[in-house]
């Protein structure tokens, strides 16, 4: 599958990573071969192969509800690029 | 007594043991050691202060009785994906510079509270994302197999990667031990462009609490030593069930340095056919087959198997490690910690942050891994992959249903020159092609020096196990060790020595 | 209630109507993290670096909230299922601060179940829930603290949530009040849910179509958050007309999310996103399924409480009770609760085997009352349920008049006091001794020989006015029954 430029736009707008629009072609370029290389994939029969999340072959552990966590702002703020009163603070966001 | 810098970490615990030498004599040496090497640049941060304090903790409770064992003062190197408390962890990344965790991963914990002593951070690719070292914001690493210090002409090595700081910080004497990280082969790849061990455990082995993520189903530490033995106590002292990583496994771990010494003989040694790729260089076939004779001179049964989707196993990874990828560097957003580069509104910040952050190989990672997780490609990619990700384990079980380990070589060619291959990503890429197998299906994999190429480059082989045998993975791996024989001091380092390869 | 339908120019309009409630669980902490969960604390005070997304933190899950969600999907009649999968919504915000939400998606924890809604008629319809699922919350971003900046405040971030979402069975703006009415009594009923709006720890995101009846489903419009029980029925109201004005004039509806504005009382499209939405879910690798055991759910199931559906019916049953007057006391447990204790008499108090009509007449018009006007819950009612019951045991074994009764319970809203100790001290026993009744009677004939005539004559109707009198002149206290059968006695010449 060739990408477009169109779609790398696309995709780096989903992924918040600024593409130059100089940089849009070669990267689809890129991007296109290695999905090109990827797709022998589809050589594979995987009829009624159950998809793998995870090599653990055990169920989820869970914690008991105990609050042993929190509390100490300073260490969640610490190193904040301009915290503002106990807040982190970004652009202005308009809703 | 050889040098300080020399020794495994067993020779040193034995030698700290019998007062040959204080922690803080070895912990002098060591830092010493990775002063002079700075060349190399395998380190982001050197830690000589907290080193030597450890050290000198060590040499108190060593005179008081209350030695924690045997990586009690131990100087060890920490690839900086590891968190550390009050200690800087970048991950490689220009976007986590400065960053300063608060916190403590739980395999650096554990090495810590065995008494081991940090002295230093070292590179790596960034974010874990490379076979090369070269992604990393603080410059690649040379390999210390390279050509010798200051001569001229022949081009630097890389050291591989991820972990290439932590290779070539043993190879280079400037640490006992280091840990490492292995997605695809991070660990193993650069311990065979190194010369030196690096196992790679079982997923689920090592705890990954605090560990900055890459691919989370597939992100696992491990050791990587001078030998085998230094893994098994290395491992050790790092694995263990941590409540605080939910596919961390409630597993004693057993005593792994007992099971590094155990004969080989009547073991059952497994040869995938289709590891035997196409292109293959010969000096890699002939080593492979040298493997062979070794462990059947030592009493294992040789046998070939198959693992029908190995070819497979590559293109699976690039899916299912952008994608893992894409979500898990989300977080890195200018928003909280690390680099934050100012925009007119908040999409323009994160925008801005994310490109200057992220260098290219990351960028790019990120976008696939974007890609193959959205609307309309799901299926056809993220889904397509996990399904093949199921056949390749399905191929180690049947495999692992008639042998106890499988042999295989380490990478596909001895370390390369940094610069080469960076063109062409799916070139990088093919690096992993014999260690990515096992990491899909979580499986431990430890390579071994086994010899050197024509060039006089160092070559691994590699065990690959069941899950949570790493005994066995670690006895095959000490029984090529015992008949490689290989000496790993890289040529550069004692120029003295003729005949390493004439480069 | 009759279908509500909308005059168009070209015919009647249906609305349909489905809700998707975020229910904030009842826990200590939070749903992958050691951090309180308790609402209102100091900005970032109760955050873990977890919630926070810092570099190698991993979630854990907090066992309490999957039985919580469990325990609610089994309160909603609703399909347990015994393998669920959290899995990752990707998205960029600044109160998201791992840059995904660990939700669940393709499997969640609780399938299809129903709720009842129970009509102001009496009848009941049943409304489908399509599943619910359980998720974190997101931190809070502030956008009128400073001119150019939005501060985030993280103290929400990975709060558990149970996001409930319903078929689009509703057609009503009131049916959709209903529903969430309901919805928040059966989780208090759980005790999995405080279903405060105001705090935010229950909100709406209703989706609203309209069609002309028989017609498939149109393009939906998703009004986002919107945080009382009456806004969501005023959303509904101005959206369903809304979309048929758009019909009518020729337009569409096009499938997007909107905001209510209350003030204005209309519903606008959100800020128009430069970024579209592609949430990108997959599985979350640092987390493992989710699997339990049916003996895991039976133990949950067996300690499920009586929940207002059963509750009204046996009410209904055992009681004798209308649906509507069963169907208003059980909408809180502690209502019920009281009904039940007044009725029944606690022990050593009263002697059981009340009149419950009387008494849930006595709950529903005369202490709701009370309690309204003090702005009081049931649970600090001043008027105890032993009280009230002790009241209606006056009424009933004749020391006390109906009317009599309304001053006491006055007096015991006022002061908390013992019925039967107001009638003592006040003196406010009826009198039932005939003699002392016959001699205020004869001494009001006496007083009024015309009208004792006029009666005699015929005019029976007058009976009343010398009950009337002769009630007076007791000061209420006669026994009315008596009352009128000596007046008949004497009058009937
Ligand atoms: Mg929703
Ligand atoms: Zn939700």
Redesign the pocket.
């Known amino acids: 599958m060739a990408l477009t430029r169109d779609q790398v736009r696309a995709i780096a707008l989903l992924a918040r990573v600024r593409v130059p629009d100089e940089g849009l072609e070669p990267m689809a370029k890129e991007i296109s071969g290695i999905l090109h290389w990827i797709e022998q994939l589809n050589e594979v029969d995987t009829e009624g192969v159950e998809p793998m999340t995870s090599v653990v072959a055990m169920t989820l552990p869970m914690r008991p509800d105990a609050v042993d966590d929190g509390g100490d702002p300073a260490a969640v703020l610490k190193g904040a690029p301009e915290p503002v009163d106990g807040f982190y603070a970004v652009p202005k966001v308009v809703e | 007594m050889s040098a300080l810098t020399d020794l495994g970490i067993a020779e040193a615990a034995a030698g700290l043991a019998k007062r040959d030498f204080s922690a803080v004599e070895l912990a002098r040496a060591h830092i010493a050691a990775v002063a002079g090497a700075r060349a190399l640049n395998a380190f982001i941060v050197e830690t000589p202060d907290a080193a030597l304090a450890a050290a000198a903790e060590s040499d108190k409770r060593r005179q008081d009785g209350r030695s924690l064992g045997v990586l009690d003062g131990i100087p060890l190197a920490i690839k900086d994906l590891f968190c550390t408390e009050g200690v800087q962890t970048t991950a490689g990344s220009r976007i986590l510079k400065g960053f300063v965790p608060a916190y403590e991963s739980t395999v650096t914990r554990n090495l810590k509270r065995a008494g081991a002593a940090m002295i230093g951070k070292t590179n790596l690719d960034e974010f874990a994302m490379g076979s090369s070292n070269i992604t990393s914001a603080f410059g690649p690493v040379k390999n210390p197999w390279g050509p010798p210090l200051g001569r001229a002409g022949n081009k630097e090595l890389v050291p591989g990667g991820s972990s290439g700081g932590s290779a070539a910080a043993i190879a280079a004497g400037l640490a006992l031990g280091a840990t490492g990280t292995d997605t695809g082969g991070s660990i193993r790849q650069p311990a065979s462009f190194c010369g030196i061990v690096g196992l790679k455990p079982t997923y689920g082995r090592c705890s990954r609490f605090g560990i900055v993520a890459f691919a989370s189903s597939l992100d696992q530490a491990g050791p990587m030593t001078r030998n085998v033995k230094d893994a098994a106590l290395m491992l050790g002292a790092m694995a263990g069930h941590d409540p605080r990583d939910s596919t961390s496994a409630p597993i004693p771990c057993p005593d792994f340095a007992r099971a590094a010494i155990a004969p080989v003989k009547g073991l059952r040694v497994g040869i995938p056919k289709e590891y035997r790729i196409e292109g293959m260089s010969s000096e890699i076939d002939a080593l492979w087959r040298k493997g062979e004779q070794w462990l059947r001179e030592q009493g294992a049964e040789v046998v070939e198997v198959s693992l029908p989707h190995t070819r497979y196993a590559l293109p699976t990874y690039y899916i299912v490690a952008p994608a893992e990828a894409s979500s898990n560097l989300a977080r890195y957003d200018g928003v909280r910690f690390g680099l934050r580069v100012p925009g007119e509104t908040l999409d323009d910040m994160y925008m801005n942050t994310r490109a200057a952050g992220f260098g290219p190989e990351v960028r790019r990672r990120i976008l696939i891994g974007t890609y193959v997780l959205s609307a309309g490609y799901y299926d056809a990619y993220y889904l397509k992959a996990q399904k093949v990700r199921a056949l390749i384990a399905r191929d180690f079980r049947d495999a692992f249903a008639t042998v106890d380990a499988i042999l295989a070589p380490t990478a596909p060619s001895p370390a390369f020159a940094i610069g080469e291959k960076t063109e062409d990503p799916i070139a990088m890429y093919l690096n992993d092609v014999f260690t990515v197998p096992a990491s899909l299906a979580g499986l431990p994999a430890m390579s071994v020096p086994a010899g050197l190429s024509a060039g006089g480059l160092p070559l691994g082989l590699q065990i690959i196990g069941r899950a949570f045998d790493e005994e066995t993975v670690l006895r095959a791996g000490a029984a090529i060790e015992r008949a490689a024989g290989f000496d790993t001091r890289p040529s550069r380092l004692v120029p003295a020595k003729a005949g390493k390869g004439d480069r | 209630m009759g279908a509500w339908r909308i005059q168009g120019e070209s015919g009647e309009w249906e609305a349909v109507i489905g809700l ?1 409630v ?1 229910a904030q669980v009842i826990s200590a902490s939070k749903l992958f993290s050691g951090a309180s969960a308790v609402f209102g604390a100091e900005p970032n005070t109760q955050v873990s670096l977890v919630d926070a997304g810092f570099p190698g933190m991993l979630p854990v899950l907090n066992e309490y909230c999957v039985e919580q969600a469990v325990r609610t999907g089994l309160g909603l009649k609703a399909k347990i299922n015994l393998t669920s999968v959290f899995e990752r919504k990707n998205y960029f915000y600044a109160d998201l601060p791992a840059g995904y939400q660990i ?1 669940q998606y393709k499997y969640p924890l609780v399938g299809e179940g129903t709720v009842i809604l129970d009509m102001p008629d009496g009848s009941t319809r049943p409304i489908g829930i399509e599943r619910l699922h359980v ?1 974190q919350d997101a931190g809070k971003s502030l956008h009128d603290q400073d001119p150019k900046r939005t501060f985030i405040d993280l103290n929400r971030s990975g709060v558990a ?1 149970m ?1 409930i979402v319903s078929r689009p069975d509703l057609r009503t703006p009131e049916e959709a009040g209903i529903y969430l009415r309901k919805l928040r009594s059966i989780l208090r009923y759980l005790g999995t849910c405080d279903g405060n709006m105001e705090e935010g720890s229950m909100r709406c995101d209703v989706n609203v179509s309209v069609r002309k009846p028989g017609e498939p489903l149109r393009t939906r419009a998703e009004i986002k958050n919107v945080n009382s029980v009456r806004f969501v029925m005023q959303a509904i109201e101005h959206e369903a007309r809304r979309q048929v004005r758009a019909y009518e004039e020729g337009g569409k509806v096009v499938q997007e999310t909107r905001l209510y504005d209350s003030h204005k009382g209309e519903t606008r499209p959100m800020r128009a996103k430069e970024f579209a939405h592609d949430y990108r879910y997959f599985p979350d690798p640092d987390l493992l399924p989710l699997r339990l055991s049916p003996e895991y759910v039976d133990v949950i199931a067996a300690t499920l409480p009586e929940l207002p559906d059963e509750k009204k019916d046996r009410f209904m049953r055992d009681y004798g009770l209308s649906p509507y007057d069963a169907g208003v006391l059980v909408v809180e447990r502690e209502t019920a609760d009281y009904f039940e204790r007044a009725a029944r008499g606690g022990e050593g108090v009263g002697r059981g085997g009340r009149d419950a009509k009387q008494v849930a007449n006595w709950v529903i018009s005369t202490l709701f009352g009370l309690l309204n006007a003090k702005g009081l819950p049931v649970t600090r009612s001043p008027v105890s349920a032993d009280h009230l019951g002790k009241l209606v045991d006056l009424i009933a074994d004749g020391t006390i008049s109906g009317r009599i009764a309304k001053d006491v319970f006055e007096i015991m809203g006022e002061t908390g006091r013992d019925p039967a100790d107001i009638v003592a001290a006040k003196g406010l026993q009826q009198i039932t001794d005939t003699g002392a009744i016959e001699a205020a009677v004869n001494q009001v004939i006496a007083a009024n020989p015309d009208k004792a005539a006029e009666v005699r004559a015929g005019k029976v109707a007058l009976l009343g006015w010398f009950t009337g009198q002769v009630m007076k002149a007791t000061g209420g206290k006669a026994n009315p029954a008596a009352v009128n059968a000596i007046l008949k006695k004497k009058l009937s010449g």
């Open positions: 998707e975020h939700s998720e949530l996001e």
